[in-house]
């Protein structure tokens, strides 16, 4: 399998990995019964350390296949769209949500935070660009 394949597997494997936590296991699980804020936080801590570690992979295989072969622009900016927000999550988000987390699991009650609304806008523009690469890398 060539690298530019490989790219192509990993951009929508991707995908179906943000789709299945992101959009799927991360809302339902607080409707699970007994499965109380601080479970639910706890779980969630876990569950995207993982996902967010899988993507950094994810990201530099992307990137590696795109040395052995440049990409058509537009699959190229859209892919650098989705990495962007990966790094914004990580870099700018994940801390501010990791904290509020800490302090939720410490028993503290802060507020609301506008990081989460921050942390799903980033999801779904990730996912769109994503799905935008995706389609690009396959049809060049």
Do not use: C, D
């Not at 809302?27 to 007994?34: H, M």
């Not at 999801?123 to 690469?133: I, M, N, P, Q, R």
């Amino acid at each position: 399998m060539t690298a530019w394949a490989v790219a192509v597997a990993v951009t929508f494997t991707w995908i179906g990995m943000v789709l299945a936590i992101s959009f799927v296991e991360a809302p339902l699980k607080f409707r699970a019964p007994g499965v109380t804020v601080p479970i639910g936080l706890g779980i969630g801590r876990l569950v995207f350390r993982a996902l967010n570690a899988v993507e950094l992979v994810f990201a530099l295989v992307l990137l590696s296949g795109f040395a052995a072969r440049t990409p058509p622009v537009a699959a190229g900016i859209a892919s650098g769209v989705a990495v962007a927000a990966l790094a914004a999550q990580l870099l700018l988000v994940r801390p501010v949500l990791g904290r509020r987390t800490r302090a939720v699991l410490a028993g503290q009650e802060p507020p609301r935070s506008p990081a989460h609304l921050a942390y799903v806008a980033l999801e779904f523009g990730k996912l769109v660009a994503l799905l935008t690469g995706g389609v690009l890398l396959l049809t060049s």
